[in-house]
């Protein structure tokens, strides 16, 4: 048997039900992996991850590669071992983070040479080093060196990324050497329909377990991202997982979904956790205005997550206005669990045959203007109305 198989067990539509195997256990998707850039799910115990269902994270092979470096990880039992988490683990080759991050970078047909951010020395990956320490981490599910293409970028650029990426997958698959890792090759090409669809065929054709996504979520409108999702997905092989990099908001996972994708990352939920904004069925709640000083309810009713089973609004609002560091955990734990209950919801829906209904009931609700903007843009709609109304 496989150590990779991936096995579609439904499907509703574009929307896919289906299990993973990995060395370190099986993934149930649709799924979302929390992100723990530097080997940690920033505040949270592994522990904790685990309990709020978390089936996978993903690290990131750029900073790990930084501090402590791979040979350190390596010497000390691998990724797994090193950060305490015994389920499956995704590394990203570090290529967006060498655009991204290092100033200066220069790319030529072999690799990139780029400057740390964190103090300027220079660092060079191509596509066999970026494998190497990728097994030097020991993650379950590995991914190729790509140049993902700033938006926007001229058709020109964008190709000659996307033609260099099909060439960096096939030195990345020739390097690969562990068996108990899986190779995901991306999919790359911006926001051009004909590069979308070339780059797919491509890398559907090459032998990896896996198929990420890439270069979406970077700046362009979201009906562009789904539509390149719509380009992409449709040639892409039924009996391998696709994975949509970097996007995290709750209506572009059931979009998403809906397009036929599996898996989904993103430091959003985290991020936005440690500065006081939570995701509930109408949108997201900003904790810290005054109207909740006194609201003895939890964030979301429905949610069951341990921080909306112990704790009320008024005293996470109390948390983030003393600084306590408590605030950060409790409302990064219930971002997590939203997206990754969300996701549960959306297998049992595809496995119900009624993923459409459910998508728009919870879009219908889900706004994607902060849940506290909303209301205030409606209680002044009413004033306004109430003041036409005595004042003709």
């Not at 983070?97 to 970078?105: A, D, E, R, T, W």
């Not at 003393?322 to 919801?345: D, K, P, S």
Request: include cysteine.
């Amino acid at each position: 048997m496989n150590t990779f198989e991936f096995t579609l067990e439904d499907s509703d539509g574009g929307a896919r039900a289906g299990r993973f195997s990995t060395p370190h256990g099986e993934i149930q998707t649709p799924v979302f992996m929390p992100v723990g850039t530097q080997a940690t799910v920033k505040t949270l115990d592994p522990i904790e991850v685990e309990a709020i269902g978390a089936a996978i994270i993903l690290s990131n092979t750029y900073h790990l590669y930084l501090r402590p470096g791979a040979d350190l990880v390596a010497e000390l039992g691998g990724l797994h071992r090193f950060m305490q988490w015994s389920q499956p683990i995704l590394t990203d080759s570090g290529g967006f983070q060498v655009f991204s991050l290092g100033p200066n970078s220069k790319i030529d047909e072999d690799g990139v040479t780029f400057k740390s951010h964190i103090d300027g020395s220079t660092h060079r990956f191509t596509p066999e080093s970026a494998i190497g320490v990728q097994e030097k981490l020991g993650a379950d599910i590995i991914m190729a060196f790509d140049e993902c293409a700033p938006q926007p970028s001229p058709p020109e650029y964008t190709r000659a990324a996307m033609e260099r990426t099909h060439r960096w997958l096939v030195r990345c698959i020739a390097a690969k050497t562990r068996a108990d890792q899986a190779l995901f090759g991306i999919v790359q090409g911006g926001v051009e329909a004909d590069l979308r669809r070339e780059s797919a065929r491509f890398v559907a054709d090459q032998p990896v377990p896996g198929i990420g996504i890439g270069g979406l979520s970077v700046g362009e409108p979201k009906d562009q991202m789904y539509g390149m999702l719509e380009e992409t997905t449709p040639l892409l092989p039924t009996d391998r997982p696709r994975y949509l990099m970097g996007v995290g908001s709750p209506e572009d996972l059931l979009e998403g979904v809906a397009r036929g994708v599996d898996m989904f990352d993103c430091v959003l939920p985290t991020r936005l956790g440690r500065n006081g904004s939570l995701f509930v069925p109408t949108g997201r709640l900003n904790i810290t205005n005054a109207k909740y000083a006194r609201e003895d309810a939890p964030i979301d009713p429905d949610c069951d997550c341990s921080t909306c089973a112990r704790f009320s609004r008024a005293y996470l609002r109390h948390l983030f206005h003393t600084g306590e560091v408590l605030a950060l955990r409790l409302a990064t734990l219930h971002n997590l669990r939203f997206l990754i209950r969300l996701m549960e919801q959306a297998r049992a829906a595809i496995q119900a045959g009624r993923y459409h209904s459910f998508m728009q009931d919870v879009l219908s609700q889900f706004q994607t203007i902060p849940h506290d903007v909303r209301e205030a843009s409606r209680a002044a709609r009413t004033n306004s109305l109430r003041n036409q109304k005595a004042n003709p």
